[in-house]
């Protein structure tokens, strides 16, 4: 069974910064794209960034452009979602998801910008 | 971008009737390796996104068959046969043919 767990949200300050992590299990994580996906509360599905396989490319929303870095580990099974100069409008639920056509989702983490 | 316009925006069904929603994309959805990369999920209350049917009309693993998928270019519609309870909720498109990826607003679905 594939298992995504999404961890590292919180409440934080404007400007401030968090990294969430996103554990796998139950797939051969090394093989496919991987993204992060947002809800802020209330509102629709916002795609963040993604990242090949091997991590040799990685693609972002123009809002986070400079600001969020998405990386992996293979070796852990691990997906990162490095947050800096958070502002208010990135608060959000955040979703790890796998594989281009985003099939397996894991629960989210809340992230919270508000001082 | 390529804009996804969803409607209705809200979709009243008595069970065990049918329902559809349409997709409209700004652009065409057929990426140059020939496939079309246009998927519906379905987020029930409190929960996650779920993927139904990817490139166009091919159900996910464990989807009812009563969803269905159908379209192409830049006009698609996702099909529920007959409504159950726990179809209510919000349906998503979503396309991975451009970047960046991007989701049509959400058509609600819920029993009159």
């Known amino acids: 069974e594939v298992q995504l767990v999404e961890s590292g949200g919180g409440l934080v300050q404007p400007g401030g910064s968090l990294r969430l992590s996103c554990a796998a299990s139950?797939?051969?994580?090394?093989?496919?794209?991987m993204s992060w996906v947002r809800q802020a509360p209330g509102k629709g599905l916002e795609w963040v960034a993604n990242i090949k396989p091997d991590g040799s490319e990685k693609n972002y929303v123009d809002s986070v452009k400079g600001r969020f870095t998405i990386s992996r580990d293979n070796a852990k099974n691990s997906l990162y979602l490095q947050m800096n100069s958070l502002r208010a409008e990135d608060t959000a639920v955040y979703f790890c998801?796998?594989?281009?056509?985003?099939?397996?989702w894991g629960q989210g983490a809340l992230v919270t910008v508000s001082s | 971008d390529a804009v996804l316009t969803q409607s209705p925006l809200s979709s009243p069904v008595t069970l065990g009737q049918p329902a559809s929603i349409s997709c409209r994309s700004s652009?065409?959805?057929?990426?140059?390796?020939?496939?079309?990369?246009l998927s519906w999920l379905q987020q029930r209350p409190g929960q996650p996104p779920r993927c139904l049917i990817y490139?166009?009309?091919k159900r996910f693993s464990g989807v009812p068959d009563r969803f269905s998928g159908s379209g192409a270019g830049t006009d698609f519609t996702l099909k529920i046969s007959r409504v159950e309870a726990e179809d209510v909720g919000i349906y998503y498109c979503m396309q991975a043919t451009h970047l960046p990826l991007t989701f049509g607003g959400g058509t609600r679905v819920e029993i009159k």
């Open positions: 998801a796998r594989a281009i056509r985003l099939d397996y």
């Open positions: 652009q065409s959805l057929v990426h140059s390796d020939g496939n079309t990369y």
């Open positions: 490139e166009i009309s």
């Open positions: 139950g797939l051969t994580f090394s093989s496919y794209w």
